[in-house]
């Protein structure tokens, strides 16, 4: 017999753990069926962006005018997404090592990007998927130093969110640096770095100026007279892959629709599918075709690589209808939409949760100037409480019931599924 606490979605224990079981079947049918084709996915994707690369170094040395500059920096910002999205954090994540080959391995990847490989699979592979979503816990994409949801108390300093966010979007390769690095965290905190710490941020400074050289200072003077346009596509091709990786991102873990979850403690014996369930309910995907899904790195399926994240990522768009379909039998919500409207969600609630709870909803042209005197008398005043609002108590009953049942849902008799 199994206790029957209610989880998030409504699900009861014995739902939960029938979910797990339909969900590990998908897993499972990928890793008996995966083989050559998925081996020759991966190996002509790396040829394909090595010659994007050098095409576009080519094209940049050779050409002087404006023709040869679009198209060098275009094929340059097309390497730079296939290095980061498809390849790099796939490969980095464990996907393609059982071809076992040492040119495409987790352990000896090397990519463009200003964080060193292991301090990114350790914060990404062994936090950010274990604690997806949980304040306090998950360090990605701003949930160290960001408002991410109703329940967590308003403070001025908020007001700054959405420019805040702006500015890591252009640069994102370094504020994905600054998050590995647990960086928010500290200067909340306001905590002295241990001398491990510092090692590790000496480390990624250094890979840093050395990436910035290679971009900004080899690749010019190759170019002999024409380092000028070499210089500005460099600086173009970077911060297109930048915004890219960013919207990309910002669209699985943070449009409305997504939750985030307060937890002090995640309980060690979180089962299969109550981990399962945390991913399903604190990621989005991004509908589109095959191009939009391959140059997104495939985290377009969000959903999917949160649940399987060492698969394949090829096989993702392959599982998705049958994830769906998991979704649908246990009544839970799929969140996908267009890259428009996702990109879109994704700032509206940057933008909302800058501001007091309500702001927003209660604000138009007729009644503006005296709520910004409001918001200006809530600065002054300091940090705010998230009370009031039945939209607010109920955000914070829906944190506290996942709280509550992701602790106490319990298995007998067939004992607790195996934790991820």
């Given at each position: 017999m199994t206790t029957t606490t209610s989880t998030p979605g409504?699900?009861?224990?014995?739902?939960?753990?029938?979910?797990?079981?339909?969900?590990?079947?998908?897993?499972?049918?990928?890793?008996?069926?995966?083989?050559?084709?998925?081996?020759?996915?991966?190996r002509r994707l790396v040829k394909v962006q090595r010659c994007l690369e050098l095409g576009g170094?080519?094209?940049?040395?050779?050409?002087?005018?404006r023709t040869a500059w679009v198209v060098g920096t275009t094929a340059l910002s097309l390497a730079?997404?296939?290095?980061?999205?498809?390849?790099g954090h796939n490969v980095?994540?464990?996907?393609?090592?059982?071809?076992?080959?040492?040119?495409?391995?987790?352990?000896?990847?090397?990519?463009?990007?200003?964080?060193?490989?292991?301090?990114?699979?350790r914060a990404h592979?062994?936090?950010?998927?274990?604690?997806?979503?949980?304040?306090?816990?998950?360090?990605?994409?701003?949930?160290?130093?960001?408002?991410?949801?109703?329940?967590?108390?308003w403070r001025p300093r908020y007001l700054l969110q959405p420019i805040q966010n702006l500015v890591t979007a252009c640069i994102f390769e370094q504020g994905i640096a600054?998050?590995?690095?647990?960086?928010?965290?500290?200067?909340?905190?306001?905590?002295?770095?241990?001398?491990e710490k510092k090692a590790e941020a000496i480390t990624t400074l250094k890979r840093g100026l050395r990436q910035a050289a290679k971009d900004y200072v080899v690749w010019p003077l190759l170019s002999g007279r024409g380092w000028r346009a070499t210089l500005s596509a460099d600086a173009t091709a970077n911060l297109v892959r930048n915004l890219w990786s960013h919207s990309i991102i910002m669209c699985g873990h943070f449009p409305e629709g997504v939750e985030a979850f307060e937890l002090d403690e995640l309980d060690e014996d979180e089962s299969r599918g109550e981990w399962y369930v945390r991913q399903m309910l604190g990621s989005a995907n991004i509908?589109?075709?095959?191009?939009?899904?391959?140059?997104?790195?495939?985290?377009?399926?969000?959903?999917?690589?949160?649940?399987?994240?060492?698969?394949?990522?090829?096989?993702?768009?392959?599982?998705?209808?049958?994830?769906?379909?998991v979704f649908d039998k246990y009544g839970l919500s799929y969140c996908s939409r267009p890259l428009v409207q996702q990109v879109g969600s994704a700032w509206h609630k940057v933008v909302r949760l800058s501001l007091p709870n309500g702001w927003l909803a209660d604000t138009n042209r007729r009644n503006l100037v005296p709520q910004l005197r409001k918001l200006a008398r809530s600065a002054g005043r300091g940090p705010?409480?998230?009370?009031?609002?039945?939209?607010?108590?109920?955000?914070?009953?829906?944190?506290?019931?996942?709280?509550?049942?992701?602790?106490?849902l319990v298995t007998t008799k067939n004992g607790a599924l195996t934790a991820p």
């Open positions: 409504g699900l009861t224990a014995a739902e939960v753990e029938l979910l797990g079981h339909d969900l590990d079947a998908i897993r499972q049918d990928v890793l008996d069926d995966r083989g050559e084709r998925d081996a020759a996915y991966i170094r080519v094209v940049l040395l050779a050409g002087r005018n730079k997404i296939l290095d980061n999205m498809e390849i980095l994540h464990g996907q393609w090592d059982w071809m076992r080959d040492p040119k495409i391995h987790s352990s000896t990847w090397q990519w463009d990007h200003t964080s060193p490989p292991e301090q990114w699979q592979n062994q936090v950010h998927h274990r604690y997806t979503n949980i304040i306090g816990k998950d360090n990605d994409l701003g949930y160290g130093i960001m408002r991410v949801d109703e329940a967590q108390e600054m998050y590995d690095l647990d960086l928010g965290e500290h200067l909340r905190d306001k905590r002295k770095m241990t001398p509908s589109g075709p095959p191009v939009l899904h391959l140059l997104a790195g495939n985290l377009s399926h969000q959903i999917e690589h949160h649940m399987f994240p060492d698969l394949p990522s090829n096989r993702y768009a392959e599982i998705a209808p049958r994830v769906r379909q705010t409480a998230p009370r009031g609002s039945g939209r607010v108590a109920a955000a914070r009953q829906r944190i506290a019931t996942s709280t509550t049942a992701l602790r106490t």
